[in-house]
């Protein structure tokens, strides 16, 4: 979708990045971010 120095750089399509939320956010936000082709992120 999106063709910049930042998603070439992350490996993504669309410049999104999930900001990580700890105990309220799991892995389930994670993986429908990232299948969205944005970066899901998970923290530990």
Request: glycine share 10%; charged share 15%.
């Amino acid at each position: 979708m999106f063709d910049n120095r930042i998603t070439r750089m992350l490996g993504i399509e669309i410049p999104i990045v999930q900001a990580p939320m700890g105990y309220i956010a799991r892995a389930q936000l994670a993986s429908a971010v990232s299948n969205a082709g944005a970066m899901g992120i998970i923290e530990t």
